[in-house]
């Protein structure tokens, strides 16, 4: 990387925790800060794919460790924020990429539903913030990255639960950027289209609904982990310092129209 490029989105030296690191947006995301030089913790609870995410970042040079966590209750996201320091010291860049849709069609959510889907999707990015935020101020730089939907904004494919904690999403970007406002740590969000990652896995069974997803696009095709890697970057690294509150479409256009 040239020197202009590295002042402007080098990661070296900084150390990022990725929840949901080892799989779809969140692997893509962490595999971008880690090769843009972040140190990188992966949270999820699949512990043979947060292995595997490990090795191949570190098979390619990078700094990468293993944190397996469950964020689906308050004791599982507070074993996490403790812990989650440990391997390169406290994070500079946090992103939430852990998340889970249910889909139940509306009648049929249960209050263990709403439960399960707000702690993952919204209770953990707001407990991390709080936990790590601090911090971040203290020491004048700090990112806090979140993955919100179109759901926040429109509803389709059963947006349920899972909309209600995307909304969430985007006014906790909005209340962190107040709070943290002058310190040097900023909050954004990514607003994903639909992306063919394991989490729409059910839905991509339907060629059609996957084709009118696409077509709903002005690109003309539906999203892949890797579409996210510059933006991700480009949030994490120095070079975004005046942008906080912001939510991002990496959508293709879906949102367009
Ligand atoms: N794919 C899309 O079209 C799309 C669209 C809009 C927004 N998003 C959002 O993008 C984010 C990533 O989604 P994705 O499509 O990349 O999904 P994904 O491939 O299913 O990845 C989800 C990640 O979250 C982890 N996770 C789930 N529940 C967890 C828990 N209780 N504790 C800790 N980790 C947990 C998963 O690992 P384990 O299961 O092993 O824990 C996995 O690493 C989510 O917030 C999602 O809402 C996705």
């Not at 696009?217 to 942008?243: C, H, K, Q, W």
């Amino acid at each position: 990387m040239n020197a202009y490029l590295a002042d402007l989105f080098s990661l070296a030296g900084r150390t990022a925790v990725v929840t949901g690191g080892s799989s779809g947006i969140g692997r893509g995301i962490a595999t971008a800060l880690a090769r843009a030089g972040a140190a990188v913790v992966i949270v999820a609870r699949g512990e043979e794919r947060v292995a595997e995410t490990v090795h191949e970042l570190t098979e390619a040079g990078c700094r990468a460790a293993a944190l397996p966590g469950d964020l689906s209750t308050r004791a599982g996201i507070h074993a996490v924020a403790d812990a989650a320091a440990g391997p390169f010291g406290e994070p500079d860049i946090v992103v939430h990429s852990a998340g889970i849709n249910i889909r139940p069609s509306f009648t049929e959510i249960t209050e263990d539903d709403w439960d399960a889907t707000m702690t993952v999707n919204a209770l953990a990015p707001f407990l991390l913030g709080q936990r790590f935020a601090p911090g971040m101020a203290e020491r004048g730089f700090g990112r806090l990255i979140h993955i919100s939907s179109q759901q926040a904004h429109r509803a389709f494919v059963q947006s349920g639960v899972y909309g209600v904690s995307k909304g969430a999403i985007e006014s906790l970007v909005r209340s962190e950027a107040e709070a943290w406002g002058g310190t040097g740590v900023t909050s954004n969000a990514l607003v994903p289209g639909f992306v063919l990652t394991p989490l729409n896995a059910r839905l991509q069974q339907d060629p059609q609904k996957v084709a009118e997803l696409a077509a709903r696009t002005m690109i003309g095709r539906n999203g892949l982990p890797e579409d996210f890697a510059g933006a991700a970057v480009f949030l994490a690294s120095p070079s975004s310092a005046y942008v906080t509150g912001q939510h991002l479409f990496i959508d293709g256009g879906m949102s367009v129209h």
